[in-house]
């Protein structure tokens, strides 16, 4: 069965549940940890996204998100986080997305995961619908299998679910600039255009910090 996608509603009071319960401020637009969680680096101003693939927000953000992921300087990466909500369904579909990243396959055949489970109503949470599907995109299911529940995916999938709670995500997709910053829902193109703002202030306060 389908993991229920997050209203906006339930976007939102999710966001004000987060509000209450961390030392998060509220801006126009966006939300604000205090004190900023670490990155995985420094040098870079990094954007989280978190998301799961039976989410039809996430299938809806997914291309423009890769289309602007494609055009940032160098100075900004993208890091993608599926989130499991302690689901073992949610958990299957971590482990396919880690699995692919692992294999190099994971640029082509990401979008057609959401393609699969949400246009062709294939249900990739089953293991069998699985390896059906990736064997039939020419992947080879014999090293994915080998992938698939190793120590090095179960890891990331623990790191994801702590990342998860760390910034308390109870709806997606969501981001995270910075460790500091977390836009509102809002449809795609608006979005990415609030956390464009928010990058440049990100690179605004790093270079006062240096003066």
Not at 168 to 194: F, R, S, T
Request: proline residues 7%.
């Amino acid at each position: 069965m389908y993991q229920p996608m997050f209203s906006f509603f339930r976007r939102f009071a999710a966001i004000a549940a987060l509000l209450l319960a961390l030392p998060v401020f509220a801006a126009e637009g966006y939300a604000v940890f205090e004190p900023a969680r670490p990155t995985e680096n420094p040098d870079k101003i990094e954007v989280i996204e978190f998301f799961y693939y039976t989410c039809s927000f996430c299938k809806t953000l997914n291309s423009p998100l890769a289309a602007w992921a494609a055009k940032q300087p160098k100075d900004v990466v993208l890091r993608r986080i599926p989130v499991t909500f302690g689901k073992a369904a949610l958990g299957n579909l971590a482990r396919l997305y880690y699995s692919l990243e692992a294999m190099g396959e994971l640029d082509r055949l990401d979008p057609q995961i959401f393609e699969a489970m949400h246009e062709q109503r294939i249900n990739l949470i089953l293991e069998q619908k699985m390896f059906e599907w990736l064997a039939n995109k020419g992947v080879n299911t014999q090293k994915f299998a080998g992938l698939f529940k190793s120590f090095g995916v179960e890891s990331k999938i623990r790191r994801g679910d702590q990342l998860e709670r760390d910034y308390q995500i109870n709806g997606v997709p969501a981001l995270v600039i910075d460790g500091k910053y977390m836009p509102d829902p809002a449809p795609p193109e608006k979005l990415l255009a609030v956390t464009d703002q928010l990058i440049a202030k990100v690179r605004m306060e790093r270079a006062a910090k240096k003066k």
